[in-house]
């Protein structure tokens, strides 16, 4: 049974930080790409991050380039999303989702996603 499972979410002040975890089972994690994507209520699903299959390219939306950090441990079946600096505007249920093709922040693109772990950025 195919599963992606996200953590470490909670609430965090401003300028904090936090490390989310996507561990995958029922597949083999170094045949996907996998993804990070957040939604805010009222808004549209954004694309955060993507890691290669092998974890030897990564992209970020420029919203979050430069704070945020996303790596794979493919012997654990986990990927991470280390965020830093974070801001009020970082509040957002955040997925990781999986694609057998390259890396894309595009949703439609991704065949398979978590539940979710929200993420709360206020005083």
């Known amino acids: 049974q195919v599963q992606l499972v996200e953590s470490g979410g909670g609430l965090v002040q401003p300028g904090g930080s936090l490390r989310l975890s996507c561990a995958a089972s029922?597949?083999?994690?170094?045949?996907?790409?996998i993804g990070w994507f957040r939604q805010a209520p009222g808004k549209e699903r954004e694309g955060v991050s993507c890691?290669?299959?092998?974890?030897?390219?990564?992209y970020y939306s420029d919203s979050v380039k430069g704070r945020f950090t996303i790596s794979r441990d493919n012997a654990k079946n986990t990927v991470y999303l280390q965020m830093n600096s974070l801001k009020p505007e970082d509040s957002a249920v955040y997925y990781c989702?999986?694609?057998?093709?390259?890396?894309?922040?595009?949703?439609?693109?991704?065949?398979?996603w978590g539940k979710g772990t929200p993420v709360t950025v206020s005083p």
């Open positions: 890691i290669s299959r092998r974890g030897g390219n990564t």
């Open positions: 029922g597949f083999t994690l170094d045949y996907y790409a």
């Open positions: 989702a999986r694609r057998s093709g390259a890396c894309t922040l595009v949703d439609y693109a991704m065949d398979y």
